[in-house]
């Protein structure tokens, strides 16, 4: 617990953090039935911070306390999706940062309820494509190597007229959808979450989705289907726990095994005031429990 900390700290200090969340059944809940859905959030730093960090944390509930609570005193950009919990930081200082992932997934999902004839003149293939034109321009920077400096300069006059003229589409679009269909839901999400999703190009070092923190919470989601549930919520913070110091390990291009065998093997012979000398990117650490090629 004082590692994971410390952790923590980290993520409270960084300027970009990415944020999910995953079903978690717990079967001992005091006053809760077995069968109900518990909660394991995940928050790790952006892809330019200095330390790499991966934290899971349990709650009972889906509710936006949780990470108002776990991010108190964060004031930085937060990659999140669409989810309303997260909302709430928004009045704390906090900058939250569109998915556009899940907006092109929207319109996939509409694609396919169509027979194949009928995508070429249909309104999701427009904003399907425009979607795939901004993940088509993120990946030619990345291959260019550019540093967040010039990505932001760069896409202020490639990518955000693109995301001008999308949302310019969407919004006249939107008042001729009438009931409920997959396309207005597609259209009203990118209206909806006009703001959110254009705050990536603000800064350079922001990310157009949410895809680095989905990507961190697959390991959990995999070993959930072979464990299937926790006993206890005692049980499911230590899993938390254990989850986020070996995420954190990998993150950091150390062995997960030696870390921990490193962690069990120190900790209980130092101050706690020396805990911070165990961190991964502690050059000892790194050289000792690091991966070798």
């Given at each position: 617990?004082p590692m994971?900390?410390?952790l923590r700290?980290c993520i409270?200090?960084?300027?970009?953090n990415?944020?999910?969340?995953?079903?978690?059944?717990?079967?001992?809940?005091?006053?809760?039935?077995?069968?109900?859905?518990?909660?394991?959030?995940l928050?790790?730093t952006g892809?330019?911070?200095?330390?790499?960090?991966v934290?899971?944390?349990y709650s009972e509930t889906?509710?936006?306390?949780h990470?108002l609570k776990?991010?108190?005193?964060f004031t930085?950009?937060?990659?999140?999706?669409?989810?309303?919990?997260?909302?709430v930081?928004?009045?704390?200082?906090v900058?939250?940062?569109g998915?556009?992932?899940h907006?092109?997934?929207?319109?996939?999902?509409v694609l396919?309820t169509?027979?194949?004839?009928q995508h070429s003149?249909h309104p999701?293939?427009?904003?399907?494509?425009?979607?795939?034109q901004?993940?088509a321009?993120e990946?030619k920077?990345d291959?260019q190597h550019l540093?967040?400096?010039?990505r932001?300069?760069i896409?202020q006059?490639e990518?955000?007229p693109?995301?001008l003229?999308?949302?310019s589409w969407?919004?006249g679009?939107l008042p001729?959808l009438h009931?409920?269909s997959k396309l207005r839901?597609?259209?009203?999400?990118?209206?909806?979450?006009?703001q959110?999703?254009?705050?990536?190009?603000?800064?350079?070092?922001l990310?157009?989705?949410?895809?680095?923190?989905?990507?961190?919470?697959?390991?959990f989601?995999?070993?959930r289907?072979n464990?299937?549930?926790?006993?206890s919520?005692?049980?499911a913070?230590?899993?938390?726990?254990i989850y986020?110091?070996?995420?954190?390990?990998?993150?950091?291009?150390?062995?997960?095994f030696?870390?921990?065998?490193?962690?069990?093997e120190?900790?209980?012979?130092?101050p706690?005031?020396?805990?911070?000398?165990c961190?991964?990117?502690?050059p000892?650490?790194?050289e000792?429990?690091?991966?070798r090629?």
């Amino acid at each position: 617990m004082p590692m994971y900390k410390l952790l923590r700290n980290c993520i409270l200090m960084a300027s970009n953090n990415h944020a999910d969340e995953t079903t978690l059944q717990v079967i001992k809940e005091l006053g809760r039935k077995a069968t109900t859905n518990s909660y394991l959030w995940l928050y790790l730093t952006g892809m330019h911070e200095e330390h790499q960090v991966v934290l899971f944390e349990y709650s009972e509930t889906r509710a936006g306390k949780h990470p108002l609570k776990f991010l108190e005193g964060f004031t930085g950009t937060l990659n999140v999706d669409a989810y309303q919990g997260y909302y709430v930081l928004e009045d704390k200082g906090v900058t939250l940062i569109g998915c556009w992932t899940h907006a092109r997934r929207k319109f996939v999902d509409v694609l396919k309820t169509l027979p194949k004839h009928q995508h070429s003149n249909h309104p999701a293939t427009i904003g399907l494509s425009c979607c795939d034109q901004l993940f088509a321009l993120e990946r030619k920077f990345d291959e260019q190597h550019l540093t967040p400096e010039q990505r932001h300069e760069i896409r202020q006059t490639e990518s955000k007229p693109m995301v001008l003229d999308l949302f310019s589409w969407a919004s006249g679009l939107l008042p001729t959808l009438h009931g409920k269909s997959k396309l207005r839901e597609a259209v009203g999400y990118l209206v909806n979450q006009q703001q959110r999703l254009m705050n990536f190009l603000t800064d350079g070092h922001l990310e157009i989705s949410n895809n680095r923190a989905e990507r961190a919470i697959r390991p959990f989601t995999i070993g959930r289907n072979n464990w299937m549930f926790a006993y206890s919520p005692e049980g499911a913070k230590a899993s938390a726990i254990i989850y986020s110091i070996v995420e954190t390990a990998k993150a950091n291009g150390l062995v997960p095994f030696k870390y921990m065998e490193f962690l069990l093997e120190t900790l209980p012979n130092i101050p706690l005031e020396q805990f911070s000398d165990c961190l991964p990117w502690n050059p000892f650490v790194k050289e000792l429990c690091q991966a070798r090629a």
